[in-house]
């Protein structure tokens, strides 16, 4: 496994939207998966959800040998934050994307790049016939079929096709940890069910793929693994607005949620200036399709 440290992934003003909170208290959550909320909040992830570190892209790249001409399959574009990054490098690529809000503001953020095209379709039963040199998913391949997702990405694979996929991790790494420890209090006060996976964040040096998302076919060369690790800062608004992005926070009751928030949103004011520091860890893993 490589690590490496860098400066974190930005976006211009420019291409960030304002965004509104965009909550729908009337939504049954109950009735929604987890992977279906992400689109009730499109523009708001796209403005608060951080992108990933150049490094990622510029490795994926020569790792998997996709050249000007190669043809790129994207699982789950979301709102086109690691699309812009290749559809930059001049690569033709077909996204995927289960959302339609989502797939939308992509549209409307990649709208220059003429090779680049946009499919709302869920993955899991999504068909073509169609190949490709490299499929990549970043952020999206952990809520695929896991009894299906590998041998349809290897169906859609060339000769000698590569899958990547990565993630961003929270992880302890000194910037935000003492932040982390004082969070969990207010989780355990008001979304105490939430403990586990946002209070329990592993120090950097303990991250590994998750059993989510290992690679368990076969079909595939055993995994490089490389893990970029970065920071970002985040005003107390800005660090709610992020919060309220997420999947588990969104499947929440509007009450418990909004009580959830307004706790972190006051801790960061009272206790951290205002301001507080995250530390980010994005693992990639990349892997050829076995001939």
């Known amino acids: 496994m490589k690590y490496f440290g860098h400066e974190p992934p930005t976006r211009s003003d420019a291409e960030a939207p304002d965004a509104t909170m965009e909550i729908n208290p009337d939504l049954p959550r109950a009735a929604l998966l987890p992977r279906e909320t992400f689109d009730e909040v499109a523009q708001l992830y796209d403005q608060m959800r951080p992108s990933y570190p150049e490094e990622v892209f510029e490795d994926v790249v020569a790792l998997s040998g996709v050249e ?32 339609e809000n989502m797939a939308e503001v992509a549209r409307r953020n990649l709208a220059r790049f003429e090779r680049v095209t946009i499919e709302v379709a869920n993955f899991d039963a999504w068909a073509t016939g169609e190949r490709y ?19 349809r990405i290897a169906a859609l694979l060339n000769q000698g096709g590569t899958l990547a996929v990565w993630r961003n991790h929270h992880v302890r790494n000194g910037s935000s940890d003492d932040f982390i420890d004082a969070a969990g209090r207010i989780y ?5 069910a939430l403990i586990k996976k946002r209070i329990h964040v592993p120090r950097a040096a303990e991250l590994g793929v998750t059993e989510e998302e290992r690679l368990t076919s076969g079909l595939f060369e055993a995994p490089e693994i490389h893990v970029y690790l970065w920071r970002k800062n985040y005003t107390a608004a800005e660090y709610v607005r992020m919060m309220n992005t997420h999947s588990d926070h969104r499947l929440l009751p509007e009450e418990q949620r909004r009580g959830l928030l307004a706790g972190v949103e006051e801790l960061i004011e009272r206790r951290f200036g205002g301001r507080v520091t995250s530390d980010y860890a994005t693992l990639l893993q990349i892997a050829r399709k076995r001939d």
């Open 188 to 192: 355990e006060r008001e979304a105490p």
């Open 133 to 151: 040199d490299l499929v990549y998913s970043a952020s999206a391949f952990h809520w695929l079929n896991r009894e299906t997702r590998e041998q």
């Open 68 to 99: 000007h001409g190669s043809r790129l399959l994207e699982i789950g574009c979301g709102t086109g934050h690691a699309t812009r990054a290749f559809a930059g490098r001049g690569f033709r690529i077909h996204c995927v994307e289960l959302g």
